[in-house]
């Protein structure tokens, strides 16, 4: 109740957000202006029904440490709210991606407009796993975590009864578990079929639909919340799924959907899957954050333009 509050009032800022853009001068196409004036789309996390936005961050890039590097930054964390997002996904292994959100969200004071998600270490053994959840609420300055993930399914089967009293504690609120590799996905559905999980993080994007055959529909049935990573192919892919559809002027469906940009065609692709609770973009830009959430505002593809927009995907050259 208190979110949703928070949330709206956030949202109202989003007007004043707008419009203070204009009227800098700061560049936002029509069509994303006008989406933005518009409420959110939500979808409910299964295990409680709680509303989340489409549409979040990934902060793989927030590893820095230097004042000029922090200061983009710090205005894509104040602004997101505004615009109708509120979930940060960040990890261990991002750096210092986790002290960085910690020391700029208690700066801002806007932890209570953000659904914020973190993952244990990826690599080698985890010597002491309380420990380890313990300094990812440290660096991130949390009481509470929104949520809390094992990543790639390292050490999954060890860590998970530290992270169910974690939830049973109400020191994180969810708990799930992620990954990005085809590799993994054999052992990631049995690790879903084998977990209480609240949450599953998984790649999928235009360009690799390979979780829409199994992971997805299987966190349906299960009642598991997606998140999506990569939906841009990843910050190494990412210049190559643009550039492909590089001086493509949009197609004229992309107006039926209220999509201004490539981005957000992709991002509206993405989460119109009937499985997808939100996806986490990563940006470090303040106009790409503006570009994005503009993708969690107004119409999304219905099944059929789904499929058109992969057959469209799939006659361009790679
Ligand atoms: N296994 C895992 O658990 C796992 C694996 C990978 C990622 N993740 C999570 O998922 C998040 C998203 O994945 P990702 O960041 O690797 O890849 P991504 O979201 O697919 O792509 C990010 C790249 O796209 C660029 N970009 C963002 N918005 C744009 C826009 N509107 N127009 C043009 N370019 C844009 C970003 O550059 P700028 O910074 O310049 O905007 C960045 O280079 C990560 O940040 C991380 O939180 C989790």
């Known amino acids: 109740m208190i979110r949703n509050t928070l949330k709206r009032r956030a949202f109202l800022r989003a007007g004043l957000t707008g419009s203070a853009a204009l009227a800098a001068g700061v560049a936002m196409p029509a069509r994303a202006f006008a989406a933005t004036q518009r409420e959110p789309i939500l979808r409910p996390i299964p295990a409680s029904g709680e509303l989340l936005p489409v549409i979040g961050l990934g902060t793989n890039a927030y590893g820095v440490d230097t004042e000029e590097a922090k200061a983009p930054l710090r205005e894509v964390l104040r602004t997101m709210p505004g615009l109708g997002g509120s979930v940060v996904d960040t990890a261990e292994v991002y750096g210092t991606s986790e002290e960085v959100i910690g020391e700029l969200v208690a700066e801002i004071g806007n932890r209570d407009e953000l659904f914020i998600a973190t993952k244990t270490p990826i690599r080698g053994e985890i010597p002491d796993v309380q420990a380890a959840i313990d300094d990812c609420f440290a660096k991130l300055q949390v009481r509470t975590m929104?949520?809390?993930?094992?990543?790639?399914?390292?050490?999954?089967?060890?860590?998970?009864?530290?992270?169910?009293?974690?939830?049973?504690?109400?020191?994180?609120?969810?708990?799930?578990?992620?990954?990005?590799?085809?590799?993994?996905?054999?052992?990631?559905?049995?690790?879903?079929?084998?977990?209480?999980?609240?949450?599953?993080?998984?790649?999928?994007?235009?360009?690799?639909?390979?979780?829409a055959e199994e992971i997805l529909p299987l966190a349906e049935e299960l009642g598991m919340a997606v998140l999506i990573n990569m939906p841009f192919g990843g910050r190494r892919g990412a210049a190559s799924t643009f550039s492909r559809v590089a001086n493509r002027p949009l197609p004229d469906w992309a107006g039926d959907i209220d999509a201004d940009s490539w981005a957000q065609v992709f991002l509206k692709y993405v989460v119109s899957h009937p499985a997808v609770t939100a996806a986490i973009p990563g940006t470090t830009r303040l106009s790409h954050l503006r570009d994005n959430q503009a993708a969690g505002h107004g119409r999304l593809p219905d099944p059929a333009l789904r499929r058109e927009i992969e057959r469209y995907w799939d006659t361009l050259e790679a």
């Open 146 to 211: 929104d949520l809390l993930q094992v990543h790639n399914l390292h050490e999954i089967d060890r860590q998970i009864p530290y992270f169910l009293r974690m939830r049973e504690s109400g020191r994180a609120r969810y708990i799930g578990a992620s990954t990005s590799s085809a590799q993994q996905y054999t052992d990631f559905i049995a690790a879903m079929r084998r977990h209480p999980l609240d949450f599953i993080q998984v790649n999928y994007s235009i360009d690799d639909r390979d979780s």
